[in-house]
């Protein structure tokens, strides 16, 4: 497809479970960006992947957050032992470079 | 507070009316942007400023950058139902990398 995709759209999961949400980015762009949007703390930039170099963690909100991106293109998110104030929409964007960022339909994760 | 300010939070407007949305950074902007988001979708590209004085315009929607004021507007000319959503502002700041910081966003109703 053109744009960037992810998968499950929908994710429902008990509390203390651990899910991975996944991010398929525009072929050939070289940055990949993780945000979450909830309805507290609005649209939050979580990590960001650029080529080769070491990933932005700088917005993840604490360790039970990872993210890896394999062979510069698909990238996973992991939240371990998850908690409901995880609850939210996890969109992931990818850019050509430093160009224009575009976005996914987003994953709504709901913690019960 | 928050780094990037919107206003404002919602409007509602006649269709066929003008309206303007701000968007102001209390740090350095390096590039603004513009987004618009639908219920339960992700974020369509509108629109990225990196100058000064820089104007773009896609169809009926034309946004401004001020440079001086650190602030961008979103002028809609002859709204329309299709116009509505929420407008989204998300920056890049001097020296923070690539990661975008979004506003609150502005909620736009179109009444027939």
């Known amino acids: 497809g053109a744009g960037v995709s992810q998968s499950p759209s929908n994710k429902v999961t008990e509390k203390g479970k651990d899910v991975e949400l996944r991010c398929d980015p525009i072929?050939?762009?070289?940055?990949l960006y993780w945000y979450r949007q909830s309805l507290g703390q609005g649209l939050e930039f979580l990590i960001y992947?650029?080529?080769?170099?070491?990933?932005?963690k700088s917005g993840l909100p604490s360790d039970r957050f990872s993210a890896e991106r394999t062979g510069g293109s698909v990238s996973t998110l992991t939240i371990q032992r998850t908690q409901q104030e995880d609850s939210a929409v996890y969109l992931c964007?990818?850019?050509?470079?430093?160009?224009?960022?575009?976005f996914g339909p987003g994953t709504r994760l709901t913690v019960l | 507070s928050q780094e990037l300010e919107q206003s404002p939070q919602s409007l509602i407007v006649q269709e066929g009316k003008n309206l303007t949305i701000n968007c102001t950074s209390s740090?350095?902007?390096?590039?603004l942007y513009w987004y618009k988001q639908k219920y339960g979708e992700g974020l369509i590209f509108l629109m990225m400023?990196?100058?000064?004085?820089e104007e773009k315009s896609h169809e009926k929607i034309t946004a401004k950058l001020d440079e001086k004021k650190q602030q961008s507007s979103l002028h809609i000319t002859a709204s329309q139902p299709s116009h509505a959503g929420i407008y989204l502002c998300?920056?890049?700041?001097?020296?923070?990398?690539?990661?975008?910081?979004f506003g609150t966003g502005t909620q736009l109703k179109v009444e027939l």
């Open positions: 964007a990818s850019s050509y470079l430093t160009y224009e960022q575009f």
């Open positions: 072929s050939g762009h070289t940055a």
């Open positions: 992947f650029q080529g080769n170099s070491a990933p932005d």
């Open positions: 740090k350095t902007l390096y590039g």
């Open positions: 400023l990196q100058k000064g004085g």
């Open positions: 998300g920056a890049e700041f001097t020296g923070g990398g690539n990661k975008l910081t």
